[in-house]
């Protein structure tokens, strides 16, 4: 993590808490002089397996998050703020967040045997540190530490 986007959620991290919000991904970028950040958030502890943000808790979090990128003045008033849900194919990226998942269709990248394969498949289970996904309808068990990323896939 780079150490802007370390400064930028220790300033809104706290606030962010407070609100009973989550972060789930922070993206910096920019050029010339004007810095581009996307805030993507969550209700935390939510368990549902559908996001149930609504555009006014995300305007909610904007007006918060400018106040106080304004008071640190990490960014002078030259960045643009975009507050946003992590989407239908939002990431998954913990044991907590698997099981809230279950049921629902997900690529996965992992290691196995030192290199990385990938798949799509069910989230059936969390045991432990294992999450259990049901792959062209086999179970296949995947230790959480050797989950490199996952992301729910869309389905209709």
Do not use: W
């Amino acid at each position: 993590m780079s150490v802007l986007k370390e400064k930028v959620i220790k300033v809104i991290g706290p606030e962010l808490d407070a609100m009973g919000m989550d972060i789930i991904e922070l993206e910096v970028s920019g050029n010339a002089g004007k810095t581009q950040l996307r805030l993507y958030i969550d209700k935390k502890g939510e368990t549902q397996d559908r996001c149930v943000l609504s555009l006014a808790d995300c305007e909610h979090v904007s007006r918060a998050v400018e106040r106080l990128l304004d008071v640190e003045d990490l960014f002078g008033r030259n960045y643009v703020l975009e507050v946003s849900t992590p989407g239908v194919e939002r990431p998954v990226r913990n044991l907590a967040e698997f099981k809230r998942f279950k049921g629902r269709l997900a690529n996965v990248t992992f290691i196995k045997e030192g290199k990385d394969a990938n798949f799509d498949a069910r989230i059936k289970s969390v045991d432990g540190d294992v999450v259990m996904f049901d792959v062209s309808g086999r179970d296949y068990k995947v230790n959480v530490n050797d989950i490199k990323k996952a992301k729910l896939k869309f389905e209709r």
